[in-house]
């Protein structure tokens, strides 16, 4: 009876610990922000406006299009996209509004998405906001040194914005280039195969506003390798992807089919075929 009793007792609520509090503050927890919560800001409070620009309404009919009209809410990850885009490269308050009004859905459901992936910020970003990949493979090619670079060079610390708003620099985990460790993500382009020295040089050009163009694959390793070849060039994958069940016949129709070829669409012009 007392084991029934005890079962039926309502259980007390556990203290708070150390890791719990540190999870619900946390970067990860909060998808880079330094809390998921909104807080009113100067620049980011229920009176700022945002609405897109009359070019960008083209671009948001372009994008509904693609869904039946009664699925507006499928548009909802490239309207914010679109909406970071136009403001600067972050989402205020204002902007995942306006999103929601037009693909007519309650506030809350635009909010659930934009907190939910990292690329899209709710907090200012510099204009080169620099994404340092701190994973195994990163970190033991040396991403710490890199880290430690761009803090020196900025004088600014991981998550912060330099004074000027040039610079953000957050660490990150993995960003999928693993090959051509160390790396930086900046806005959308990727700089591979850092040093101390080329991170360096990297900033400067940015600082100039001069960021060197992405090679053909929408990447640039900073050592000039040509995409993930090595020091002894290409080895190996010399043949085009195997045909699946004629699903692409542009790329696949023909056994001739070679990356690059025409009709295949170039990694370079993904911005384009985006609508961006
Ligand atoms: S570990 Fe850095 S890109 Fe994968």
């Not at 619900?24 to 100067?42: K, N």
């Not at 493979?137 to 880290?147: L, R, Y």
């Not at 914005?161 to 040039?166: A, E, I, P, S, Y």
């Not at 693993?178 to 195969?193: F, G, L, S, T």
Request: charged share 20%; proline share 8%.
């Amino acid at each position: 009876m007392a084991a029934l009793r005890a079962m039926l007792r309502p259980r007390a609520l556990a203290p708070a610990t150390p890791l719990s509090r540190s999870l619900h503050s946390s970067r990860a927890a909060a998808g880079g922000h330094a809390t998921s919560q909104h807080q009113h800001t100067d620049d980011n409070n229920s009176q700022t406006f945002f609405d897109f620009t009359e070019e960008n309404y083209k671009l948001v009919e372009n994008v509904l299009g693609k869904y039946p009209g009664n699925y507006k809410q499928a548009g909802i990850i490239p309207l914010l996209d679109l909406a970071q885009r136009q403001n600067g490269g972050w989402l205020p308050l204002a902007a995942m509004d306006c999103v929601a009004k037009v693909v007519e859905v309650p506030p809350m459901r635009v909010y659930e998405v934009a907190t939910f992936y990292t690329m899209f910020n709710r907090e200012k970003r510099g204009k080169y906001f620099i994404q340092l990949c701190g994973t195994t493979p990163c970190m033991v090619c040396g991403s710490e040194d890199i880290k430690q670079t761009i803090m020196d060079e900025l004088g600014i610390h991981d998550g912060e914005t330099t004074k000027d708003g040039l610079f953000t620099l957050l660490e990150v985990e993995c960003l999928g280039a693993c090959a051509n460790a160390p790396m930086v993500q900046m806005n959308d382009d990727y700089y591979e195969c850092l040093t101390p020295k080329t991170m360096k040089e990297l900033l400067k050009l940015c600082t100039d506003g001069n960021p060197p163009e992405m090679g053909k694959w929408g990447s640039l390793p900073m050592n000039g390798q040509i995409s993930c070849e090595g020091p002894q060039g290409k080895t190996s994958l010399f043949d085009g992807p195997p045909k699946p069940a004629a699903l692409r016949t542009d790329m696949f129709g023909d056994p001739e089919w070679k990356p690059g070829a025409e009709g295949s669409v170039d990694p370079a012009s993904v911005k384009e075929h985006m609508c961006y």
